[in-house]
């Protein structure tokens, strides 16, 4: 045994989080609940959480060090992994490459609902860079 302790979280005892940046939440209305991350618990290697998109609502064109899954759970949308483009929606998997240029939008009349994974210990230590 590896000296971690299991965790086990309840989504709905969380409060949902969103951008710091006032320019960004303006612009990309999201929010999430981080699940899984070092900065709460004896986890590592992994960060996971739930986002929320309103209908019509984005997150603009962006990428990161850590390479990143979604599962959509509710909703539909449209997702841009560098030159690839598809249409997604509950069941759908994604695999986003470190470093690739993404970006996903909420295309119907529900909120779209996707559980996401990182792989690196800490949210915190996700840096988005906006390529749009």
Known sequence: MNGQKPIIIDQAELAWEGWEDADLAAKSAIR??????????PSSGLVM??????????????????EETYYVVSGNGHMVIDNHEAEI?????????????????????????????FACDRFDQIVYHFDE
């Open 32 to 41: 999430w609940k981080l699940l899984i991350t070092g900065e709460r618990g």
């Open 49 to 66: 959480g739930v986002a929320e998109f309103p209908p019509d609502t984005r997150l603009p064109l962006h990428h990161h060090e850590p």
């Open 89 to 117: 929606g509950p069941g759908s998997a994604i695999y986003i490459p470190s470093n690739a240029k993404h970006a996903v939008r909420c295309i119907g009349s529900e909120p779209l609902v996707f559980v996401f994974s």
